[in-house]
C-alpha cells in the first residue's frame, strides 16, 4: 500500500522523462547511466498533508551504492567519462579529461563525488519537473492525498 501513490506516478514519469531527456543529454551522464541512477531514487512528498506547500522529492540514499558503477558503463562504451555539453574546457578539455581517466589521475573519490554531486542535482531537478507536470495536469493533489494515507 505505501507504494500505491508511487505506482499512480508511472504515466507522468513517462511523460517526464520524455521532457527531461535534454537535460539528461546536457548532462555529464549518459542514458544508460541516467537509467542506473534511477533505479536506485525513491520519490518521496514531503508534507504531503498540505497540498500547496508539500513537495516531491527524491530519496538519494542508495546513489552512493551505484555510483562505481556508472564508471563502468563508460568502460563497456568504450569512452571516457562525458562532460556536461557547453562545458568549458573545449576539445583540450575532453582530452585531458580522457588521459586523467587512463592514468588515474584525479581520485577516484573525487570523482565519485562529483558523479555523486551531479547525479543528486540532476534527480532534483527531475523531481521538481515531475512536480511540476502533475501540478500542471491537475494531478499533484491526488498525489498528496494517497503519499499521506500511505504515510498514515
Same mark, same amino acid.
Given at each position: 500500500? #505505501?507504494?500505491?501513490?508511487?505506482?499512480?506516478l508511472?504515466?507522468?514519469?513517462? /511523460?517526464v522523462d520524455?521532457q527531461?531527456?535534454q537535460?539528461?543529454?546536457?548532462?555529464?551522464?549518459?542514458?544508460?547511466?541516467?537509467?542506473?541512477?534511477? +533505479?536506485?531514487?525513491?520519490?518521496?512528498? /514531503?508534507?504531503?498533508?498540505?497540498?500547496?506547500?508539500?513537495?516531491l522529492?527524491?530519496?538519494?540514499?542508495? *546513489?552512493? #551504492?551505484?555510483?562505481?558503477? *556508472?564508471?563502468?558503463?563508460?568502460?563497456?562504451?568504450?569512452?571516457?567519462p562525458r562532460?556536461?555539453?557547453g562545458?568549458s574546457?573545449?576539445?583540450?578539455? /575532453? *582530452? /585531458?579529461?580522457?588521459?586523467?581517466?587512463?592514468?588515474?589521475?584525479?581520485?577516484p573519490?573525487?570523482?565519485?563525488d562529483?558523479?555523486?554531486a #551531479?547525479?543528486?542535482?540532476? +534527480?532534483?531537478?527531475?523531481?521538481a519537473?515531475?512536480?511540476a507536470?502533475?501540478?500542471e495536469?491537475?494531478?499533484?493533489?491526488?498525489?498528496?492525498?494517497?503519499? #499521506?494515507?500511505?504515510?498514515?
Amino acid at each position: 500500500m #505505501a507504494d500505491n501513490w508511487q505506482d499512480h506516478l508511472a504515466g507522468a514519469r513517462m /511523460r517526464v522523462d520524455q521532457q527531461f531527456e535534454q537535460q539528461v543529454k546536457s548532462s555529464r551522464f549518459s542514458s544508460q547511466e541516467w537509467g542506473l541512477i534511477m +533505479t536506485a531514487v525513491e520519490f518521496e512528498v /514531503r508534507s504531503a498533508g498540505d497540498p500547496d506547500g508539500a513537495r516531491l522529492v527524491a530519496n538519494t540514499a542508495k *546513489l552512493e #551504492a551505484v555510483v562505481p558503477e *556508472l564508471g563502468k558503463i563508460q568502460e563497456e562504451m568504450g569512452g571516457a567519462p562525458r562532460q556536461p555539453s557547453g562545458s568549458s574546457g573545449g576539445l583540450f578539455g /575532453r *582530452l /585531458r579529461q580522457y588521459l586523467d581517466g587512463l592514468t588515474g589521475d584525479g581520485g577516484p573519490e573525487g570523482g565519485d563525488d562529483e558523479q555523486l554531486a #551531479a547525479a543528486r542535482t540532476l +534527480t532534483e531537478n527531475y523531481a521538481a519537473e515531475l512536480q511540476a507536470y502533475l501540478e500542471e495536469q491537475g494531478r499533484w493533489a491526488d498525489v498528496c492525498a494517497m503519499a #499521506a494515507e500511505a504515510e498514515a
